[in-house]
């Protein structure tokens, strides 16, 4: 057994945070987590998720008729701020709620809240952009760390793409960790270093922004109604929620209780950075957890002489599952709960 010497700043985010009950969620409890699920072998910092938007035709609807004659010089055609800093931002931009109409921004932004909320643990979003690329905007490579846990593009552009580039680029987790696994016989390209997503219509990208990342420079067109066109933002405010029958006070009060020993026992363990979403299913019958659901992980272990970064990790794991999984509710006639705990590390 490896001594356990290191004090980090292991923060759980529930200590400072109120609960919240997602009744609008309530409809949607998907099928139950097989018990005892493993955690994560290796974070996850990229989630792609196709045809994320039902209202995606429609958006882009709105913008085609605004921009549809450009000897029509409409008010509402001068909305753009065009970014540019030296070197590092160029582009066309405008705050979305302002651009669409207000019932289709609420919309985009409830089912934007609604997977935050479910599959991020994510209760809140930055006000989102509109950003348009047309030849030559590019985003060169930037982190975002403290704008929240995740970053998202949903892709408005075309299908028919007229320009290259224009994908978003984001580094790859070895190379911020290179010498470890360096090896003098082989060469590295741009695909070995930094992963490429299309701008593909109605695509929805979730990233960590903390890692490096940027835009590949558009080449080709000048017109905005065929540029790349996208609404990016970072969801924000990992905070605990339930579903189900357990009131929200005796929810709150057991989770207390399991968090706050974990709170104590993760401080003794390796240093780590990132957030873990894990999402308890509560017994009606017994008010016990009978799975764990692994939602996102994006915890990396920062260097500590005594650990690996695999036995950090493991470590961590192993201490939410004994903690989370020990959890004791209150038993509830009405049914089965589930209970959804993000743990930031900072
Ligand atoms: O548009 C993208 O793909 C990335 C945008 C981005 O990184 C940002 O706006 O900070
Ligand atoms: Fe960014």
Known sequence: MRALLRVHRTQIGIATRGYARATRLQRSVPAAAAPGQEPPAEAVHLRIHERFYAGAAALREHFDKRFAN????????FCWD???????????????????????????????????????????????WVACYVDGCRQELHTDAPHGPWAFVLSLTPAQRAFAGGDTLLMQPHVLNYWPSFDPSAGLEMKHLVTAVEPA?????????????????????????????VVTGWFTEPTPFFTGALAEGAAAQALGEATR??????????????????????SGATGGVEALEWLTDTLVPLPAAEYSAADARGEVFAAIQRRLGGARFPPCAEGDSEVTVPLVFE
């Open 201 to 229: 219509f109605n695509r929805l990208i979730v990233f960590d922004p903390r890692l490096p990342h940027g835009v590949r420079a558009v080449e080709g067109t000048r017109d905005p109604r065929r540029a790349r066109l």
């Open 82 to 128: 065009f970014w540019h800093v030296e070197n590092q931002y160029t582009l066309l931009r405008t705050p979305a709620d302002r651009f669409f109409p207000r019932v289709q921004y609420e919309a985009l932004e409830d089912a934007l809240l609604e997977f935050g909320e479910r599959q991020l643990g994510c209760r809140g979003m930055s006000p989102a």
């Open 261 to 282: 020993p974990l709170s104590e026992e993760l401080a003794e363990l390796p240093p780590c950075a990132g957030t873990v979403v894990v999402r308890l299913r509560v």
């Open 70 to 77: 450009p000897l029509e010089a409409r008010a509402d055609r």
